[in-house]
């Protein structure tokens, strides 16, 4: 079968390009990006992935200057497109400003891989560094304000080069891209999901041979997916299911997963109210990264109590679960990569028994767009296949904790220099002494969010201000909107971890929303609406204070926020305001990158 190769940097989105190419029906595979030009020999053409290191760092990796000589067409992205420059003689400099999400190219030239494109495209950008000389026989075919080549080609030998992410459904011009990349490979279309699900249920049965799989589920579309490919394979008594209650759920969630899992025929399942264990190993806990770590460790430790409890031989079963690709490129999976945030499925001891070849991931190469296609193959009901993820450690990484106010490096020269921006907006600018969790330039951030307020402002000017503050201020990652009160004159941050009240603010909190989505019939548009508690008490309030962070994405490694309409926003605030132990509503108004979807 013809073949492209992916060289992985480390970047978060190296995967997602294989899965394109894939989904445009040419196999590819990834490989790691020092991999020597003498086992490329075979590809038909050679992407370069994003990744988090600079290039000129003589640490960083290096793509082998020989696969430039095999004389297929190469596509650079990001890194790649650094690399490419870095390895033929061009120059690659820190940028003076970084973009992280949207921005505009202004394209000059429409030729090759570019063909088809309009003059101007929107793009999606995560970068610090950037190409600021092309090496010889290239040309300038495009760039944005703040990165001047954006793009550049050598059309002779067929190398391409991007600083944006063409691999991201928010760059839409993208598609086009790798449709012209890949026809001037002349590799032939021979590839789809149909066949690799075939694919998979040969490996499902390979591996565990006469053994049984024992499945953690939460009732959430991968994990069910999961079990009812794990049981067509290997049939119903083979298959067993734990659902663990970790006290993070949504309100009255555990009823309606047993009744969800119950009506696709899973019966054999064994539900575990582990809420006591959880609430006492995450006492005091303010970490998020901390928080990770326990709350996967006690999954696990779950597991191994519930089996012997069974009497299950350790020899006889497999773990089973449900994770999938951004599980494990965000938990730093590859060799190169930084890790963004530990998913409960992927801690250390998990990886260790994957090493032993005891754990079974059969959806562990795809992501929630095709695990979705799998589970309509399957035969999932579409409330199911539908159902807006959530995240394994539930409530407990939207329940936000602290030890106190935590000090902001320079804040008063930090927020001077941001207000001279809100003020082209006439908003008010702060910055909240907390932090948050994101995702920069391939790489872990652990910052503060900006707060604006003060007037009604449109979508459009709040996500051109959002962009401009975390582009240009190393000190934030995130940008919330401040919708009640109306003025935010203090901030307040007492020491709070996850107790069973918190937990219990953030589920009315969770379910008062979740139930207006429906009413409001908005709840398909959005793709995963998390409510977040903070530990900020705004004005001298008693009340901590509410996130709202509605998404739109297709397959979580990129987001856009969600503009809910704004006489249904008013309607909602209305309702969460009226909640005891509520003072402060903010709306969330970051992209991924530069923030990650949770907070944490
Ligand atoms: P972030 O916050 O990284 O989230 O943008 C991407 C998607 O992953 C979900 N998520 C998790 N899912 N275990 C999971 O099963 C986890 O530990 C975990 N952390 C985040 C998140 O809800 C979003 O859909």
């Given at each position: 079968m013809d073949k492209i190769a992916v060289l992985d940097?480390?970047?978060?989105?190296a995967h997602l390009i294989a899965n394109r190419v894939r989904r445009m029906g040419v196999y590819s595979e990834i490989l790691d990006g020092t991999a020597p030009a003498q086992k490329l020999k075979d590809y038909m053409g050679i992407i370069l992935s994003g990744g988090p290191a600079s290039v000129n760092a003589p640490e960083s990796p290096k793509a082998d200057a020989g696969i430039y000589e095999l004389g297929v067409p190469v596509l650079g992205i990001c890194y790649g497109h650094q690399m490419t420059a870095y390895a033929l003689g061009g120059e690659v400099e820190p940028g003076v400003m970084s973009e992280y999400g949207p921005a505009v190219v202004k394209f000059q030239q429409k030729k090759?891989?570019?063909?088809?494109?309009?003059?101007e495209e929107k793009v999606w950008m995560s970068h610090f560094d950037q190409v600021v000389k092309v090496p010889e026989g290239f040309e300038i075919v495009g760039g944005t304000e703040d990165c001047p080549i954006a793009a550049m080609a050598d059309y002779k030998r067929n190398f391409y080069s991007m600083?944006?992410?063409?691999?991201?459904?928010?760059?839409?011009?993208g598609k086009q891209i790798f449709e012209n990349f890949i026809a001037l490979t002349g590799a032939k279309r021979e590839w789809n999901l149909d066949q690799y699900v075939e694919k998979m249920m040969e490996e499902i049965k390979m591996k565990v041979g006469g053994k049984k799989v024992f499945l953690m589920i939460s009732g959430g579309v991968d994990s069910t997916v999961a079990f009812l490919l794990l049981e067509k394979v290997l049939?119903?008594?083979?298959v067993y299911g734990l659902f663990v209650d970790t006290g993070f759920m949504r309100m009255n969630e555990r009823k309606e997963v047993e009744e969800a899992l119950k009506s696709v025929g899973i019966g054999n399942l064994h539900v575990y109210d582990a809420s006591e264990e959880y609430f006492a190993a995450l006492k005091e806990i303010y970490e998020p990264e901390k928080k990770r770590q326990i709350i996967g460790d006690l999954f696990l430790d779950i597991q191994e109590k519930v089996s012997e409890r069974l009497g299950l031989n350790p020899d006889e079963w497999f773990l089973g679960q449900g994770t999938i690709y951004p599980d494990t490129i965000e938990t730093g999976g590859t060799r190169h990569a930084d890790v963004i945030k530990t998913h409960h499925n992927q801690v250390e001891r998990i990886k260790k028994l994957d090493e032993a070849g005891k754990v079974i991931e059969p959806?562990?190469?795809?992501?929630k767009d095709e695990v979705r296609l799998v589970g309509e193959r399957l035969g999932l009901p579409e409330h199911l296949v539908w159902r807006h993820p959530f995240p394994g450690p539930g409530l407990a990484v939207r329940c936000l904790c602290a030890k106190g106010l935590d000090n902001i490096e320079s804040k008063e020269s930090l927020e001077a220099e941001m207000q001279q921006i809100a003020d082209r907006f006439g908003m008010k600018i702060k910055v909240l002494p907390i932090k948050s969790v994101g995702v920069q330039g391939d790489e872990r951030t652990y910052r503060h969010p900006a707060l604006v307020y003060g007037k009604p402002l449109s979508w459009d000017d709040l996500d051109t201000l959002s962009s401009r503050l975390t582009n240009q201020f190393k000190g934030v990652n995130r940008v919330v909107y401040g919708l009640s009160p109306d003025a935010f004159d203090s901030f307040v941050v007492d020491p709070s971890d996850l107790s069973r009240e918190r937990i219990s603010t953030i589920q009315q909190a969770d379910m008062i929303v979740m139930n207006y989505l429906a009413e409001a019939k908005i709840n398909r548009e959005i793709w995963q609406f998390p409510t977040v508690l903070l530990p900020l008490k705004v004005n001298n309030q008693s009340g901590e204070s509410l996130v709202l962070r509605p998404v739109c994405s297709e397959e979580a490694m990129t987001a856009n926020f969600y503009r809910m309409d704004f006489e249904k926003l008013n309607e909602l605030i209305k309702r969460l305001i009226?909640?005891?132990?509520?003072?402060a509503v903010f709306y969330d108004v970051t992209n991924k990158p530069p923030g990650t979807i949770e907070w944490e």
């Open positions: 940097f480390g970047g978060q989105y090759g891989i570019f063909e088809g494109l309009e003059n600083q944006f992410h063409p691999e991201v459904t928010h760059t839409p011009c049939g119903s008594d083979r959806l562990k190469q795809l992501y009226g909640l005891k132990g509520i003072s």
